[in-house]
């Protein structure tokens, strides 16, 4: 397996980084960040492991969560690639993420 973080995942996880950047030490960023991202490591090894997400569904194109602290690391699988389509801040109404 490949993984793929796609231009939307990482402008996500930078929007996100931002938002709390200004309340948290700059160490503290860099270790959520590096969560987040090691996050998606553990994907190579248990591609399925996310559970499906609902409030994609309707897409019907499979996409999978996987929750890293607060943030929902969106992706699909296809063929021998995992993409990485969107981190969201799972605090935020997920209503936001149907699009």
Known sequence: MKIVNTEQALFSLEE???LIAPKIPHKKLIEIRNEI???TDKLFTHPLQGQEEPFLEHLGLGHRRLVVSHYKI???IIGEYIFITDIFDSRHNPEKMRG
Do not use: P, T
């Open 37 to 39: 991202l090691d996050g």
């Open 74 to 76: 969106i992706y699909r």
């Open 16 to 18: 996100a980084l931002n």
